[in-house]
Structures are given as C-alpha cells and as structure tokens.
C-alpha cells in the first residue's frame, strides 16, 4: 500500500477542530464544557493552534507520521460517533465503581425502609 507524504502548514492547522477537555479528580471524569471557562478553553485552542505545547511533547516516530496524516483524512464526524463511548463519557474505573457502590447503598436503605415500613 502506498502512502503520499501530506504536508501540514501552520495555516492548514486552523480547520482542525480542538476539543479541550478538563479532568474533575473529585467526580474522575471529564467536565461537561459547560462547566469551563471559555477564556481557558480558547487559551488553549490558541495554544494548539501556535503550537505551543509542542516543547512538551514525547519523541514521535516521524516514518509514521504520513501514515498518519493520510489516515486522519478518512476520520469522519459519523466514525468518531461509532466510536464515542455511549452517552459520551468517558470515566475512570474508580468513578464506575463508586457510582456501583452508591447504587446498592441506596437499595440497602430502600430495603431496609420498606421492612420497617410492614412491621
């Protein structure tokens, strides 16, 4: 299979969308946008956009790097919904398990009132 090298200029980076997600460690998951200001959220599309954080970022296997840019043309909005967990959150296996936990507490207390309830 042949790749062709595709060249991506700063200029061409502004049709990219950036989706800036923020990580509650007391809920352990994401933060709905709604919850986060949008002058960090925009800091950070800016950041992207004028490469910013690239100082901080891992070596990258640049041979792979056209495979890559080739492949992202075909990601589509309808594959990432295919892709989206359902209901489009994304948790922790922590979060998962303390939202289990909740879940048969509240089903213990409703045992327990409705035992007091016929006696």
Do not use: H
């Not at 043309?73 to 939202?99: D, H, T």
């Not at 207390?109 to 006696?119: F, I, V």
């Amino acid at each position: 299979m042949n790749f062709t090298t595709v060249e991506i200029s700063p200029e061409f980076c502004s049709f990219f969308q950036v989706i800036v997600k923020r990580w509650s460690k007391v809920d352990e998951s994401f933060l709905p946008e709604s919850k986060m200001d949008r002058d960090d959220v925009e800091r950070y599309v800016q950041g992207v956009r004028n490469y910013d954080f690239d100082q901080y970022l891992g070596a990258y296997p640049v041979e792979a790097c056209a495979k890559w840019q080739y492949l992202a043309f075909y990601i589509s909005p309808a594959v990432l919904e295919r892709l989206e967990p359902v209901g489009k959150v994304i948790e922790s296996q922590g979060a998962i398990e303390e939202q289990r936990k909740r879940e048969e507490m509240m089903k213990e207390d409703g045992a327990k009132d409705m035992e007091g309830e016929s006696t």
